[in-house]
Nanobody, 124 residues
Framework: QVQLVESGGGLVQAGGSLRLSCAASGRSFSRFGMGWFRQAPGKEREFVASISWSGDSTYYADSVKGRFTISKDNAKNTVYLQMNSLKPEDTAVYYC?????????????????WGQGTQVTVSS
């Protein structure tokens, strides 16, 4: 059974930084695309970033492009989301997700496995 455990969320002032981590277990992590999504109160879950199995291909939502960076360490079975220049509108629960194939995707329905989420709160 696949398990994804996020960590690194918290409270930060606008303009600050956080790094989220997602540790995966139960499956060959390196072979599958990974993604980060977020959901703010009263809103639908939205795509943030995704990365291919090799790490060579990355995709970002326009709202985070240039501020967030997704990366993965296959040796540690971990995917990261470095978030810089945070804004109050980045406040949400952030989820990592894993696909069953190598390529990344921007669609939440393309992901089979999800973590429990980690809260990120950005104060103004």
């Amino acid at each position: 059974q696949v398990q994804l455990v996020e960590s690194g969320g918290g409270l930060v002032q606008a303009g600050g930084s956080l790094r989220l981590s997602c540790a995966a277990s139960g499956r060959s992590f390196s072979r599958f695309g990974m993604g980060w999504f977020r959901q703010a109160p009263g809103k639908e879950r939205e795509f943030v970033a995704s990365i291919s199995w090799s790490g060579d291909s990355t995709y970002y939502a326009d709202s985070v492009k240039g501020r967030f960076t997704i990366s993965k360490d296959n040796a540690k079975n971990t995917v990261y989301l470095q978030m810089n220049s945070l804004k109050p509108e980045d406040t949400a629960v952030y989820y990592c997700a894993q696909r069953t194939i190598m390529t990344p995707s921007t669609a939440s329905r393309a992901y089979a496995y999800w973590g429990q989420g980690t809260q990120v709160t950005v104060s103004s």
